[in-house]
């Protein structure tokens, strides 16, 4: 059972948000409420009628829009015929579909351009044109799920414009997030789902992001702060003058890695910032191996592993939490205690001598589940049908089980809920006293700041800017992410007073 | 611990539900066709069954269920690297050709000859199958595709050898490889009526060999790990490229082992006579048997049995063919029968799971209130 005794009431015309831990049940819910899964018992009551949905068609035609937290767009179409496939028989597909998309577009300031290709479209244009589609199909309600994910701080506050304009317009926004802060700017309501059920409710002007996690995880709230420095002298990782260019579809060739040049130290946590897509992915998948870099050189340990395979890097102590972990880190089908094992076959105790030990890696998954709290009725289930924060635990205790050197983390934890969150903030911090180095990539700003001890900026392929933790502001690092800024960032004073002042003048309105 | 031998349980089931559900709807689908026919299927199935069960019945669908298996094998070493390696047929083909050429120009003690007949084979079987494992992974070229055209190519190739006075000689209207010497004849399993090719032996080895492989040795799961994901294979160290001309390489020379059992136990030589279409029926046995070691025996077992006893229906006055239908019908009902399965097992472990998980935070919501 996903859901049982949830109650919620969203009041027309406002934002409601609704946040819990991941696994909560907020997708289940939002399937629910949008035709994709049936109820086993109770009813949704839209403008006081009682009403059985059961396809998305049912819910788009009572006026209830779903933005999907990834975009389904076609990149080799244009914005306007995205927005009219599957609903030709609106406005057509021609004059009258393009006035109306103007038509909305002006009205609650999307400033979208119909014929605009989806693939020359930056991230938060692309959402832009996901919550016009679902106006477009006449949508008086809308589902918005964990749609700050991908943006930085200045694309938030665009958006959070957006959604003050379509309330304004009478159109009632339910927010799905994880992001406290951003709940509390945005929502008149807020619904707090805790282990498939609602636990609660809050009025954001009366309550602190603190209160509201701890209603999420129904215990002390977490936060990614490292106390004291643990950096050494002694480098782990060096990556000199590192190049890679690759072809992109239309078979133009172009460098995704330019002149990349960083150290980490033993005992450090090195941040790349950066709004996805700038190169972030390649570096990672140079350090791994996973891909050839055309020029450069990355040591660890003093030992040159530039050209090195992914496996000799992963023996020489290379841990790595990927991105995306459904395509990197997990085999969806396997059971747990294979998962434990991929990524380290050749090493203790999943094997011996060319042989897998599979008595001594079930053993081993036993722990892991055991220490890193990963809940699931056993290892022989399969690891797809653990919830997407178990199986980062199961992926971060099993990279952690063979002591790295240097730890890879991309977007540690996506995804992932609060509690699982700290957890994984602790073990790398933990981790990091004892003289891990860490590369963290996060899209996460927050936890960028709060658990590196350098952080570097990525733009376009090129460490871009440089700053320090202690005192840059999120707002600051988000306008180096989009190049306005570069070199070394100083913390202004006067800036960050103004931008409370506009973020509370927005809270007021 | 309780939940765990559930699911275990469940899995049990679920394994041993595709098979049995693809055979009863062909059953079912095939009994419709003999009635359209209009003849009983039940006296169908009955003749069948008599005569399946006659000792001579039993070698004869033994020492045919022997190549089907090791065709299977080499087709299941693909599919668990998720290469559908169609050229099974031409690999065996060719493989046996130039064993039986070897093979007929040496005469060695037995103890040397054949071991060295069966490596040629095994080395023709993988080099050409590891000829579209290099296209694929050099040219990018479907392995579905490549290993089609060669079958076309290898059965040129042998055609273009076996004349008279080129690789071949001629006796009466065949035209066929010299003969192996004596010493190159394997040992035969006497039985009360017919014996049984002792090359069974070795195509069990094979499939033990094959299960040892890929469930206990760290390349087997580097194989399988490529085989259910390419990406995370390649992130966890493998190299995909590599793994996939070694599992080419592999299917081919398992796939070499096909035509040994015919070659070394009853025709001696190759000719125009030489079976051809084992390639592909091994494709159907490793669909029924799931690539695994066992369940492909039973498979190549049951499809020898349709063989055998669909000569029988002719006698009895049904279309030879209904066999080749019953066939036909089973593999499409085992592809989706498994897909049905597979789906519903994922999900009811995943609803499973879920529920169990709910149940445990339940527990200790109450044990949190109760404190």
Redesign the interface.
């Known amino acids: 059972?996903?859901n049982?005794d949830i109650h919620l009431t969203v009041r027309r015309g406002s934002v409601h948000a609704l946040c819990g831990e991941n696994g909560a049940g907020k997708s289940t819910l939002m399937k629910i409420l949008y035709g994709m899964q049936k109820p086993d018992e109770g009813t949704i009551t839209l403008d006081g009628e009682q009403v059985t949905l059961h396809t998305p068609g049912d819910a788009i035609a009572r006026g209830i829009g779903m933005v999907h937290q990834h975009f389904m767009l076609a990149d080799n179409l244009t914005v306007l015929e995205n927005v009219v496939l599957g609903a030709e028989k609106l406005h057509g597909i021609g004059g009258k579909a393009r006035a109306k998309i103007k038509e909305i577009s002006d009205a609650y300031g999307l400033g979208v351009r119909p014929d605009a290709l989806v693939e020359d479209l930056g991230v938060a244009d692309r959402q832009r044109v996901e919550i016009l589609k679902v106006l477009y199909r006449g949508a008086r309600t809308l589902i918005l799920d964990e749609p700050t994910a991908v943006l930085v701080p200045q694309e938030v506050d665009a958006l959070f414009d957006n959604l003050r304009e379509l309330k304004a317009e009478g159109l009632t926004v339910i927010f799905i997030s994880h992001k406290l802060g951003e709940v509390l700017s945005v929502a008149d309501d807020i619904t707090v789902i805790r282990?498939?059920t609602t636990v609660g409710t809050a009025v954001p002007s009366e309550t602190t992001p603190k209160q509201l996690a701890e209603l999420m995880v129904?215990s002390e709230l977490p936060s990614p702060e490292t106390r004291e420095s643990t950096v050494t002298d002694t480098p782990m990782l060096t990556v000199e003058d590192l190049k890679l260019s690759a072809t992109d579809p239309d078979g133009v060739v172009r460098a995704v890695l330019d002149g990349i040049s960083l150290t980490i130290h033993k005992g450090e946590v090195l941040g790349i910032a950066g709004v996805e897509g700038n190169g972030q992915a390649e570096l990672v998948e140079a350090i791994?191996?996973?891909r050839d870099p055309d020029a450069g050189t990355v040591t660890l340990d003093g030992t040159d592993i530039s050209h090195a395979?992914?496996?000799?890097?992963?023996?020489d102590g290379i841990g790595?939490i990927?991105e995306d972990r459904h395509?990197?880190?997990?085999?969806?089908?396997?059971p747990l205690w294979?998962n434990r094992?991929?990524?380290?076959?050749?090493e203790k105790p999943n094997?011996k001598k060319?042989?897998?030990d599979?008595k001594a890696a079930r053993a081993d998954t036993e722990r892991i589940v055991r220490e890193y709290d990963v809940?699931?009725?056993?290892i022989?289930?399969?690891a797809?049908?653990?919830s997407g924060g178990n199986q980062q635990k199961l992926i971060v205790g099993r990279e952690m089980s063979h002591l790295p050197k240097l730890l890879i983390a991309a977007h540690p934890t996506r995804g992932v809920d609060v509690g699982a969150q700290a957890q994984i903030w602790d073990q790398i911090r933990e981790a990091r006293h004892e003289g891990l180095a860490v590369l963290l990539i996060s899209a996460d700003l927050d936890e960028l700041i709060g658990l590196s001890d350098n952080l570097r900026v990525m733009f376009r392929g090129r460490l871009v800017a440089d700053a320090d933790p202690a005192t840059i502001t999120p707002e600051e690092l988000g306008s180096a992410m989009t190049g306005a800024a570069t070199g070394h960032l100083e913390h202004v004073e006067a800036d960050d007073q103004e931008q409370d002042q506009e973020q509370e003048g927005g809270d007021k309105a | 611990m309780n939940a765990l031998k559930k699911l275990d349980k469940n899995k049990l089931i679920l394994a041993v539900a595709a098979p049995v559900l693809a055979i009863v709807a062909a059953l079912v689908v095939t009994s419709i066709i003999i009635v359209a026919t209009g003849k009983d299927p039940i006296h169908a199935y009955q003749v069948m069954v008599d005569f399946g069960s006659k000792a001579d019945s039993q070698v004869w669908i033994i020492n045919k269920a022997t190549p089907y298996y090791l065709s299977a094998l080499a087709v299941a070493i693909g599919f668990r690297m998720n290469l559908f390696n169609i050229g099974v047929d031409g690999q065996y083909r060719i493989a046996a050709f130039f064993a039986a050429v070897v093979g007929g120009a040496l005469t060695l003690p037995g103890i040397i000859q054949i071991p060295v007949i069966i490596i040629v084979a095994m080395i023709v079987g993988a080099i050409w199958a590891g000829i579209a494992g290099l296209l694929k992974t050099t040219r990018g070229v479907s392995e579905v595709i490549s290993t089609i055209m060669l079958n076309a190519i290898g059965a040129a190739v042998i055609a273009y050898f076996l004349q008279d006075g080129r690789l071949a000689e001629k006796e009466g209207n065949l035209i066929h490889t010299p003969y192996l010497p004596d010493s190159a004849h394997f040992f035969e399993i006497a039985t009360a009526t017919k014996p049984i090719y002792g090359f069974v032996l070795i195509a069990a080895l094979a499939g033990l060999v094959y299960w040892f492989v890929l469930n206990r040795s760290r390349f087997g799961f580097d194989l399988r790990t490529v085989g259910q994901s390419e990406s995370a294979a390649q992130a966890s160290g493998v190299n995909v490229k590599r793994m996939v001309v070694t599992s080419m390489l592999l299917s081919g020379a398992m796939a070499g082992l096909v035509g040994m059992p015919t070659l070394l136990g009853v025709s001696y030589n190759y000719g125009t006579d030489f079976p051809a279409g084992i390639g592909f029926t091994g494709i159907a046995i490793a669909l029924l048997g799931r690539n695994h070691p066992i369940g492909m025996a039973l498979g190549a077992l049951f499809w020898s049995f349709l063989d055998r006893t669909g000569t029988q229906l002719e006698f009895e006055g049904y279309a030879q063919e209904m066999v080749g239908v019953i066939q036909g019908v089973i593999v499409l009902c085992v592809v989706i029968a498994y897909e049905i399965v597979r789906r519903y097992g994922l999900k009811a472990q995943q609803r499973k799971v879920g529920e169990e998980l709910a149940a445990q935070a339940r527990k200790s919501d109450k044990a949190e209130v109760s404190a």
């Not at chain 1, 395979?309 to 023996?315: I, Q, Y």
């Not at chain 1, 395509?327 to 396997?334: D, F, N, S």
Request: net charge positive.
């Open positions: 059972m996903a049982h282990r498939g129904g791994m191996g996973m395979p992914t496996r000799k890097r992963r023996e790595y990927p395509r990197h880190g997990l085999l969806l089908e396997a294979e094992i991929l990524g380290h076959v050749t094997s060319g042989f897998l599979p809940r699931t009725p056993g022989e289930v399969t797809a049908s653990l």
